[in-house]
């Protein structure tokens, strides 16, 4: 844990830190240390993103291990995966930039799961038709973010093929209810569909290694909490014939409000991608920042970057320069930067960035077809 | 039940009738009353199948109510399947004759499901690519039947098409695994695959609805023992917007050997589609008949056809003549026709019967095809 504790102290890696070391324990993951880093740096020469500089990608299972695989000459795919219950939101966008420049450093394939079916099995208020729409508009923000079209495979639940299907099934036959329940928590009064659902979960791991008759091993960008509903995938995968899921963990982007994940299920201080530039400006003006009582205040005692959302948003997403970003934690701390502009500023990028979003969405209305795998 | 115990006695509903009399309490079913197949005989213009005037179906549910739609100009679909697990055997074929007459009759689509996704996620010994093979298989001895391939559609549930997963999905969202283990005895260490599979044989049932875009009611011929897995179908049909299936239950057909329904897993007495003219002489010379200890004896005292599994083949399949039945039933019980004779016939015409399947079977690859349905 040196690596980590020597990097506490930074502008960018400040967040909860102890917390996520705790999660890492957890969840029995290996910590994504500076050594990691280099070796990585090494072998895609080329800068690291900064979500991994950052230390915001702060945890991974078998990681190493691709990095010897991809070191001998193997490939890899990525898989990611969305339940579209609703509309995108930042908080989603953010990991999915990360899954991009993955994609560009080495050029790979990406499997995107869209579980339309998880989502109308989870809520009963909800049509079918209706997460199968937040699908397809859910891709559409998907591809906006700029993934190589050429290879982007988005598997809609709802319209899996029988190649995918297949595996499920072989997947399912290998886990019983009781390991399921565990997992996920299923109860006597959980339905049938929704226990079914982890073998849908599964199969993107392997299916890879399906459509390409030879072992290819996935990698898997996600939240920690999300690490356990693969537990299964990894205790099966050998036994299968397949490679154990690779996986990257990153913390939450927190919503404006105090503390959270980002989350659909709070608007007001949430920035869907649908959101007009008025919206956005209302939306982050009311963020919790590190802000002090009163102007003076802040002036005198400098504001707290460390517990600020509004910091929070510009470390994981909107400032790539280092520089930059150290100079703005600076500013506060030193009382010379206040909430107000701050706050503008971000507003300003936010908006300009969802007006470029917002465009590229519409763009991708010609490519998404193609994009959708139905094998 | 004053119709049944009056036709007790006769050669063609001999047969353990207090046995079935019992199942239909049990199962909470209804009788295949006199009255009901006097009225089927009205609405139909023809003679009724043997295995109705014989009373090997011998009870329904809402067959009445079927009958009633049809008088005000309503259609239906047959809806039946088979798990295929293994090679078909006479025990299946005598239902699907039956099947046919329907089909015949009513001029109506048959929607035959091919669960080899179940047969797989049942046995672990077995590969899916196994029971999807003998899925294929199958269906070649089913359409040697004489389906109308116009109108007859193969639902192989590995290669089912999104429709039919949508809807399997949208009733398993109504089915809770405490429903599903009470009705199929899951346990903690069920597979999920399995646990699923409910929803996957209920959807045939609303699949013609859903194809259609109307109101279509399924008649699933089948034998008595699995009108309890329709019953999560029957409570949710109406909640979902689809007509409760109805149901016609027949007898079991017997195996060679004392006692029991014909069953793959005793290949000694079970005569199988692909069994030589060789292996049928010899199955049926070592049947179980109602002989005596002696020739004499049996001359002495007559035959116990009652007993006999092959009185029970001319009975369900062999003998479509009632007269002829009656007088082989009157021969065997005043000691003129003996088991020797009476075994070679049915050897005989079984033979004949088989190398009449096989060809059709093997003309039906001409068409399989275009029967499997997967939309």
């Known amino acids: 844990m040196d690596e980590l504790e020597e990097t506490v102290v930074t502008p960018w890696e400040v967040r909860g830190r102890i917390n996520y070391e705790k999660l890492i324990e957890e969840f029995g993951t290996q910590p994504f240390t500076n050594d990691l880093k280099q070796r990585l740096e090494k072998n895609i020469k080329q ?39 609703g509309n995108t939101h930042i908080g989603h966008l953010v990991p999915w930039q990360f899954t991009k420049w993955l994609q560009d450093t080495f050029d790979v394939e990406l499997y995107f799961q869209l579980t339309d079916d ?86 993107p791991c392997f299916y890879p290694s399906v459509l390409h008759g030879r072992k290819i091993p996935v990698l898997i960008p ?7 509903y693969w537990r299964a995938t990894r205790d099966i995968a050998e036994k299968m014939g397949y490679y154990k899921p690779v996986a990257l963990h990153s913390e939450f982007i927190p919503g404006l409000e105090e503390g959270g994940k980002m989350s659909a299920s709070k608007p007001d201080t949430t920035v869907f991608t649908t959101d007009s530039a008025k919206s956005v400006v209302k939306k982050v003006k009311r963020a919790f920042t590190g802000g002090r009582a009163t102007i003076e205040e802040q002036k005198r005692l400098g504001g707290e970057p ?45 908006v300009v960035f969802l007006e470029v979003h917002q465009q590229k969405a519409e763009d991708a209305k010609d490519v998404l077809e193609s994009c959708v795998i139905r094998i």
């Open 118 to 203: 998880e989502k109308f099995l989870i809520d009963r208020e909800k049509s079918y038709e209706e997460t199968t729409q937040y699908a397809y508009q859910n891709a559409l923000d998907i591809l906006a973010v700029g993934f190589n079209p050429e290879k982007t495979k988005f598997i809609i639940d709802s319209e899996a093929g029988p190649k995918f299907r297949r595996l499920a099934t072989e997947i399912s036959r290998r886990i019983t209810f009781s390991t399921a329940k565990a997992i996920f928590g299923f109860t006597e009064s959980t339905n049938i569909g929704l226990i079914f659902h982890p073998a849908m979960q599964a199969a």
């Open 222 to 228: 996600a939240g920690i909490d999300q690490d356990p």
């Open 47 to 85: 800068p690291l993103h900064p979500m991994i500089r950052r230390g915001i990608v702060f945890s991974h299972r078998d990681f190493d291990w691709l990095l010897d695989h991809i070191e001998k000459g193997g490939d890899f795919a990525l898989y990611t995966g969305r339940g579209p219950s």
């Open 306 to 350: 460390e517990k600020c959302n509004v910091f929070a948003w510009y470390r994981t997403s909107f400032e790539d320069d280092d520089e930059a970003l150290k100079k703005r934690w600076d500013d506060c701390k030193s009382g010379a930067l206040m909430c107000g502009p701050c706050k503008q500023e971000l507003a300003d990028r936010v």
